[in-house]
């Protein structure tokens, strides 16, 4: 492969139009065609490269379990996921619970609920917890990315889940992680945000515990929940920090704590694109990237 | 190979119980709402006995 | 050896299977009780509303 020069001249030209992903979507359709597959190097591929969108759904469906390794086993699998999810919107519906113009986000809850057996009751239905909001969160950009609903149902679930078993106890020490890395990258900034007393107040809850949904815009957060789903909750840190290095500038001249929480969670939505590539390349940077063999 | 077959099997079986627990969990679910609407209808029954209106269903029993 | 696995693989899924139809039948008759239940609520509201009793249910649709 080193030794055909039109090859490596058309991976070269690939790469300054943009076209870089193709010899990684060459190499994702070999593995994709593993039976049974190989999670672990599907883990790996999906942490060192950004997965071509026409394979990330069924990619993240593997890495979430929702498909097993064995493709012959797809079929069945995913019968008995589609009468699990019928199953349930259908007790919902003659329950009353949802109708039909109950928001989609809003029957992925209740779906949630009951099937973690803490649907609440109808007559009752309490205040809305800051987990619902989270999950609520995480379906809208689902369901942005996701067109099939059974199939974002069953992401956004599994996503949540497996985000929360994994990660649950990393998540309160991402804020040190991120004052860590922001003093060894820009600590002029962080000085800044200590003596206004705005680091205490950045929105780690959208950032981390949402993982930048309703931050970011879909098409630059699919790319993170990548990393996220498979294996990596410390790519959440840098793309914290990158936002920051980004608008070190406003965030320099800001001495209000509220202004900068009000910025944070409300950022321009243009070159998000540019920050969460900045943010992975600096994720590599610090913390290696997986070199399996791909 | 023979590990193989095994994991396939095994995965298998995980999806259809969990699709098993989750008809588990409806049942529960509507059962509890079931009973809920029973003992709200008994109520109303109660309620509405001086208006002359008989009570929803056979099943209420207005004495307790 | 290896028809011996695959054999008890085979019934451990029928297993869980018929696990599953069982339930789906349970909840099936459930949903039909449910369904009747509250059609005899609405009822109910219409014939006493004239009485002022409150509606039972914040669902229910009286007007139709």
Redesign the interface.
Known sequence: MADDPQRNFRSAYYEKVGFRGVEEKKSLEILLKDN?LDVEKLSTFSQRFPLPSMYRIHVWKILLGIL???S??HA??GG??R??YE??L??LE???FISSSTPTTEVYLRMFQ??S?V?P???EIPPMEEEDADFLSISQAMEEIVVNAMDCYWLIKCFFNQFNTKFGDSLPHLPKSLEHYLSQEEPRLLNHLKSTGALAQLPYGPWFNRCFAGTLPESSLQRVWDKVISGSCKILVFVGLEILLNYKIILMGTSRPEAVVKFLSNIPQENTDAIVTKAIDLWHKYCGTPMHSV | FLEDVKGQAKSELQASESRYQAQLRVTQTLQTELLQLYSRVEMEALASCSTGASPPGGSAHPHT
């Open positions: 049974p097993p390794p064995h012959d086993s069945l699998v008995y996921r009468e699990q199953n349930i259908e007790a003659a329950m009353r009951l099937e057996q649907l009751r109808r007559s």
